[in-house]
């Protein structure tokens, strides 16, 4: 049997370079994901693409990953470089309500987006002709609205109830619930989010994605015979027996179906890591092994740098899997340099 022996010192020397690499992680993170989120504004916004409506599921979703990059990372940039600032920002009431609030509403909205495109897209891919009017722009516009508000009202106790507050034994002042039992709102707070992020989210995507990818099979099998039908000229009554409700298979539906499933696959690689190390610090203490703490130690930190990365990766898997998106992004560089070119020209 081997045995591992694990000193002290080795779990500081490893956590010294493990802070050291974080502090580079988190600036390239920011770096490109503050990038990509912007790229991926600027493209789902063009003309050929904004009118599908899981493009406007891409369009919120990024926005929010724009906005995570610059309130979770720019503050955790901040605490690395510039300590006093981050303690005075942490030490306002403002943030203890607000910035609370704003951190937990955030990745709720980046995952809700997510699982709303992976149903939008279900409905396009589907035979079922009821199912297909669901993915229309007007109504993902409308759905991106509610959802929206109501994380708003199902957040709303962290302004209401958080406060600094002075523990009277510790004489430490700490933002804590100030009204109502802590119990209930920690478990509201650190559980419920654990679990949607970690559980339901990856459980919905799961399920969607397995679902268009039944119906894409479903789909293929199914055109076949219609396609055979028509080239031994049949009449109009055969074709109409066995030709199926058929899905409008645009080059647009099948490069957003791609997008969709390769994001889909790695967000619930991303997101399970953190949540299982945040559940077990949840539910248990720190180990009091060494070796167990050491290995703790590490996986906390891939584990959070992985749950960054979800919110970075969206624009670089877009660019690597559709065309169509790559063809719109270079489309409008293009037409931002001839701009610029008839700007030179006309001075």
């Known amino acids: 049997m081997l045995i591992i022996s694990v000193s002290l010192s080795d779990i500081a020397r490893v956590s010294e370079v493990l802070l050291n690499m974080d502090k580079y992680m988190i600036v390239i993170l920011y770096i490109i994901g503050t990038l990509g989120a912007i790229l991926n504004i600027i493209t789902f916004l063009q003309k050929q693409i904004r009118r599908n409506s899981c493009s406007f599921y891409?369009?919120?979703?990024?926005?929010?990953?724009?906005?995570?990059?610059?309130?979770?990372?720019?503050?955790?940039?901040?605490?690395?470089?510039?300590?006093?600032?981050?303690?005075?920002?942490?030490?306002?009431?403002?943030?203890?309500?607000?910035?609370?609030?704003?951190?937990?509403?955030?990745?709720?909205?980046?995952?809700?987006?997510?699982?709303?495109a992976s149903i939008d897209r279900f409905c396009i891919s589907s035979l079922n002709q009821t199912?297909?009017?669901?993915?229309?722009?007007?109504?993902?516009?409308?759905?991106?609205?509610?959802?929206?508000?109501i994380w708003i009202i199902f957040s709303l106790h962290i302004p209401i109830v958080y406060n600094r507050i002075r523990d009277p034994l510790t004489n430490i002042t700490r933002c804590?619930?100030?009204?109502?039992?802590?119990?209930?709102?920690?478990?509201?707070?650190?559980?419920?989010?654990?679990?949607?992020?970690?559980?339901?989210?990856?459980?919905?995507?799961?399920?969607?994605?397995?679902?268009?990818?039944?119906?894409?099979?479903?789909?293929r099998a199914r055109v076949m015979p219609q396609t055979l039908s028509r080239s031994n000229r049949t009449t109009t009554a055969q074709i109409s027996s066995i030709t199926p409700i058929i899905i409008v298979q645009n080059r647009k539906t099948s490069h957003m179906l791609t997008m969709l499933?390769?994001?889909?696959?790695?967000?619930?690689?991303?997101?399970?890591?953190?949540?299982?190390?945040?559940?077990?610090?949840?539910?248990?203490?720190?180990?009091?092994?060494?070796?167990q703490l050491l290995l703790y130690i590490m996986f906390s930190f891939i584990a959070r740098w992985?749950?960054?990365?979800?919110?970075?990766?969206?624009?670089?898997?877009?660019?690597?899997?559709?065309?169509?998106?790559?063809?719109?992004?270079?489309?409008?560089?293009?037409?931002?340099?001839?701009?610029?070119?008839?700007?030179?020209?006309?001075?």
């Open 58 to 116: 891409f369009l919120s979703s990024s926005i929010i990953d724009f906005c995570i990059m610059n309130v979770f990372i720019l503050m955790e940039i901040i605490t690395t470089f510039n300590k006093s600032l981050s303690d005075l920002i942490y030490s306002t009431n403002i943030w203890c309500k607000v910035g609370n609030y704003i951190m937990f509403i955030l990745p709720c909205l980046s995952s809700s987006y997510i699982i709303l």
């Open 131 to 149: 199912f297909r009017k669901w993915s229309n722009l007007k109504i993902s516009r409308i759905i991106v609205i509610i959802v929206f508000i």
């Open 176 to 219: 804590s619930v100030q009204i109502g039992s802590p119990t209930t709102f920690l478990i509201i707070d650190g559980f419920f989010f654990s679990l949607y992020k970690g559980a339901i989210t990856p459980f919905l995507l799961c399920i969607f994605g397995l679902l268009i990818y039944y119906n894409m099979k479903r789909s």
């Open 261 to 291: 499933l390769v994001q889909v696959l790695l967000t619930i690689i991303l997101n399970i890591p953190y949540m299982v190390i945040y559940l077990f610090g949840f539910f248990n203490q720190i180990p009091k092994d060494l070796f």
């Open 306 to 347: 992985f749950y960054y990365m979800n919110y970075c990766k969206t624009f670089y898997i877009n660019t690597l899997t559709s065309k169509l998106f790559r063809n719109s992004l270079r489309q409008q560089f293009l037409d931002l340099f001839h701009k610029h070119q008839m700007i030179m020209i006309n001075n």
